[in-house]
T-cell receptor, first 113, second 110 residues
Framework: DADVTQTPRNRITKTGKRIMLECSQTKGHDRMYWYRQDPGLGLRLIYYSFDVKDINKGEISDGYSVSRQAQAKFSLSLESAIPNQTALYFC????????????FGPGTRLTVT | GEDVEQSLFLSVREGDSSVINCTYT??????LYWYKQEPGAGLQLLTY?????DMKQDQRLTVLLNKKDKHLSLRIADTQTGDSAIYFCADGGATNKLIFGTGTLLAVQP
């Protein structure tokens, strides 16, 4: 089983709808992250959480919110989706051990029409 | 803000060496990373290097770090068609919030 899972894997929604993307991990890591990937722009950090009570904005947090329901779960919400939020969204986890490696989920492809 | 830059595309022949380059601006980086993304997949960590190292070798992969010039490179020896993917350089910064480059698409010609 994958260590970091994301649901849904693909989603098409309409402008103005609320949508939630979910991330779960079995790695036991405290740190979790949400990124979006756009062609030619690499990955950009939306929000991150270093433990259950810690939530921080990343580079591009406007239009997004998050919830850290438990150590293993970190959800990303778009309160009112807009077309320029069409992108590939990745969740990642890390542990402050050697290398601070981040482990990525498979991604959610979101299309806002 | 901090920035990471990579060239967008590299084409090599199977069996040749590939060298993917990256420059970064953050002088407080502790770790620098190389990730690989295959089509339709998430990112896979290939290797990383601590900022006080100049070189790290891991099988076919060699990472070179020039901290003075803030330049990082990834060399893949004996490149295979299975190495075709997008390669991302990432700067861990002082707090390890990763800043990614735009990615380099490596195309391996048979």
């Amino acid at each position: 089983d994958a260590d970091v899972t994301q649901t849904p894997r693909n989603r098409i929604t309409k402008t103005g709808k609320r949508i939630m993307l979910e991330c779960s991990q079995t790695k036991g890591h405290d740190r979790m992250y949400w990124y979006r990937q756009d062609p030619g722009l690499g990955l950009r950090l939306i929000y991150y959480s270093f433990d259950v009570k810690d939530i921080n904005k990343g580079e591009i947090s406007d239009g997004y919110s998050v919830s850290r329901q438990a150590q293993a779960k970190f959800s990303l919400s778009l309160e009112s989706a807009i077309p320029n939020q069409t992108a590939l969204y990745f969740c990642a986890t890390s542990d402050p051990g050697q290398g601070y490696e981040q482990y990525f989920g498979p991604g959610t492809r979101l299309t806002v029409t | 803000g901090e920035d990471v830059e990579q060239s967008l595309f590299l084409s090599v022949r199977e069996g040749d060496s590939s060298v993917i380059n990256c420059t970064y601006t953050d002088s407080s980086s502790t770790y620098l990373y190389w990730y690989k993304q295959e089509p339709g997949a998430g990112l896979q960590l290939l290797t990383y290097i601590f900022s006080n190292m100049d070189m790290k070798q891991d099988q076919r992969l060699t990472v070179l770090l020039n901290k003075k010039d803030k330049h990082l490179s990834l060399r893949i020896a004996d490149t295979q068609t299975g190495d075709s993917a997008i390669y991302f350089c990432a700067d861990g910064g002082a707090t390890n919030k990763l800043i990614f480059g735009t990615g380099t698409l490596l195309a391996v010609q048979p």
